[in-house]
């Protein structure tokens, strides 16, 4: 007894390259020059790059930013190690 037939066959995106381009894109880091271009910025301006308000869905609230790597942690153990 089974629920049914799948509607589509499983691997059919596979070979579309419009949806890898997309699902890589979203999910992708930032460029360290981009990251060297928001510390330089926040040299100049004198305002530090690791300021954000609360944001609900960052992890940690967006508190815990680590500059050099451009990342969002937990909590500040995370971003220690």
């Known amino acids: 007894m089974g629920t049914g037939q799948y509607s589509r066959k499983k691997g059919a995106r596979s070979k579309i390259k419009k949806y890898k381009k997309k699902s890589w894109l979203c999910h992708r880091a930032k460029d360290t020059d981009q990251i ?44 220690a190690d």
Do not use: M, R, S
Request: glycine share 12%; with cysteine.
């Open 36 to 79: 060297q271009d928001e510390i330089e910025k926040a040299h100049e301006t004198g305002k530090p790059a690791d300021t954000f308000e609360y944001d609900d869905e960052l992890p940690g609230g967006g508190q815990f930013y680590c500059v050099e790597t451009g990342k969002h942690f937990a909590d500040a153990k995370a971003l």
